[in-house]
């Protein structure tokens, strides 16, 4: 049996822990791994500017949540929160793209904003609450609503993440 001198916890890093910590790390990436693009998802969620901001919640079912690639359908997913409801229905155009037509309730003016993976689309819905936002890459995104106006003092509302 050898005996061993004590281990200062404050040394360095040597060959034998960066072995330890390699065949670890294999282990949980054969065993658990970290799903594909979760990483990039959690970082495109919580990367909204302003914190004092609204979360809507899906109403009704929420699988409609993804538009799959290659349909041709229109799917229309409702968002509900306390100061503001959404609806959108989205329609694939191309390959690579959707058009989103939106109606906010109670309706105004408001400054909309759709956050996607290859960067910002904004645009503004009218009087009457309506706005489209045509050509809008697929892939991972979120509709983030300012109120403007007469409603100004309201605080913005963010969707959920949804797959476009």
Known sequence: ???????????????????????????????????????????????????????????????LLALTRGTDEARTITFDGASLTVMVSITATGQDTVRLDGWLAPPDEHAVELRTERGLIRTRAD?????AIPGAPRGLAQLVVHPVGAVARARAVVTPSVVL
Request: glycine share 4%; aromatic share 4%.
């Open 1 to 63: 049996m050898t005996r061993h001198d004590p281990v200062d916890p404050a040394a360095p890093l040597d060959g034998v822990d960066i072995a330890l910590l390699d065949e670890i790390r294999d282990m949980y990436a054969a065993l658990d791994p970290v799903p594909e693009h979760l990483i990039e998802r959690v970082l495109f969620a919580i990367a909204l500017e302003d914190l004092d901001i609204e979360v809507l919640r899906p109403a009704g079912r929420t699988e």
């Open 127 to 131: 009087r009457d609450g309506r706005f």
